[in-house]
C-alpha cells in the first residue's frame, strides 16, 4: 500500500466512508449476458471489510454515476442504506450525505478510480484510491491499495482504517473467540 504523509492521522477521524462502484467495489467491467442483462462481479473479503467498518461504528455510502439494480440488491446485502446512483456530479450527493449525517470533511474517506471521482476526492480528509486507478486519482490520493478494484482493495483500505483507529485487534478477536476448542491430540 502506498500511504502519504499525513494518512495514519487522518484515518484516526474517519466515521464515514464513501465508495464508488465500478472499478472500486467491482473490477470496472461492465458484463451484459445474451437477453441485455448486465452483471458486475463484488469480491466478498471487500464485503466483510465493509461489515468491520459497520460493526465498528464506521459508517458507509456509494455514490456512483451509474445507475444498477446489481448496485441497489449489494448495498442491500451489506447494509449500505446511503446510496446514491446515477451521480455524474457526485458534489450535490456529497453534501447532501455529509449534511444528513452531520459529518465535517475530515471525518469522511472516499475511496475512488477515475476522473469522475476527483471532485470529491479533493474535499475529504483522508482520499484514497485503489491500486490500479488513473494517475490522477492516485496522484490525490493519501493511500492507495496495492489491489486493483473489485479484488480487495476495498478490504485492504479499510483494515488500515480500523487498525489506525485501534479498532482492528478487537474486531480479530470476535473470529477467534467463535472458533471451537482445539483438540490437542490431533496435533500430533
Request: include cysteine; hydrophobic fraction near 40%; aromatic fraction near 8%.
Amino acid at each position: 500500500m502506498d500511504q502519504k504523509c499525513g494518512a495514519l492521522e487522518r484515518a484516526e477521524r474517519i466515521k464515514l466512508i464513501i465508495f464508488d462502484v465500478d472499478g472500486v467495489l467491482t473490477d470496472g467491467g461492465i458484463y451484459i449476458g445474451v437477453e441485455g442483462e448486465l452483471y458486475k462481479p463484488f469480491f466478498c473479503r471487500d464485503g466483510l471489510g465493509i461489515t468491520l467498518a459497520h460493526k465498528a461504528g464506521i459508517k458507509t455510502a456509494i455514490i456512483t454515476g451509474r445507475t444498477s439494480k446489481q448496485v441497489a440488491f449489494r448495498a442491500g446485502e451489506l447494509h449500505i442504506s446511503e446510496v446514491f446512483q446515477g451521480k455524474l456530479d457526485k458534489r450535490t450527493a456529497y453534501q447532501e450525505l455529509k449534511e444528513k449525517l452531520g459529518l465535517r470533511d475530515e471525518e469522511i474517506g472516499y475511496i475512488g478510480d477515475d476522473l469522475i471521482d476527483l471532485p470529491i476526492l479533493l474535499q475529504v480528509g483522508l482520499p484514497m484510491a485503489v491500486g490500479d486507478a488513473v494517475a490522477e486519482v492516485r496522484q490525490e490520493a493519501l493511500l492507495t491499495s496495492s489491489y486493483p478494484g473489485g479484488r480487495g482493495a476495498v478490504r485492504e483500505l479499510i483494515e488500515f482504517i480500523l487498525k489506525a483507529q485501534g479498532k482492528w485487534q478487537a474486531l480479530i478477536e470476535d473470529f477467534y473467540a467463535a472458533a471451537p476448542v482445539k483438540n490437542e491430540g490431533l496435533a500430533q
